[in-house]
């Protein structure tokens, strides 16, 4: 099992930067990928950003050049830095990490993150 929690997420004017981080615990030592997801009201969950164990990322097109997803495996974190965000990045944000016992996802309870004026 691994539990994972999320922090920071909040209210932002257009153009402005938040950084969101997910810490796991438990059986830390079989994940690979960690991974952001959104979902903003009324849309389906997407893929915003994800980095493997070796750090090797990949993004989603609409937040490439803005977001950067971190990880230090020693501290079982994960962040995104979130830079230029737009109203249209409102949503609610999840961590979710893969593991390789049992080849199971898990999620984390998500971050609300409002770009608003």
């Known amino acids: 099992q691994v539990q994972l929690v999320e922090s920071g997420g909040g209210l932002v004017q257009p153009g402005g930067s938040l950084r969101l981080s997910c810490v796991a615990s438990g059986m830390t030592f079989s994940i690979n990928t960690r991974a952001w997801y959104r979902q903003a009201p009324g849309k389906e969950r997407e893929l915003v950003a994800s980095?493997?164990?070796?750090?090797?990322?990949n993004y989603a097109d609409s937040v490439k050049g803005r977001f950067t997803i971190s990880g230090d495996n020693a501290k079982n974190t994960v962040f995104l830095q979130m830079n230029s965000l737009e109203a249209e990045d409102t949503a609610v944000y999840y961590c979710?990490?893969?593991?390789?016992?049992?080849?199971?996802?898990?999620w984390g309870q998500g971050t609300q993150v409002t770009v608003s004026s």
């Open positions: 980095i493997t164990r070796g750090g090797t990322t």
């Open positions: 979710k990490v893969h593991s390789w016992m049992g080849d199971q996802d898990y």
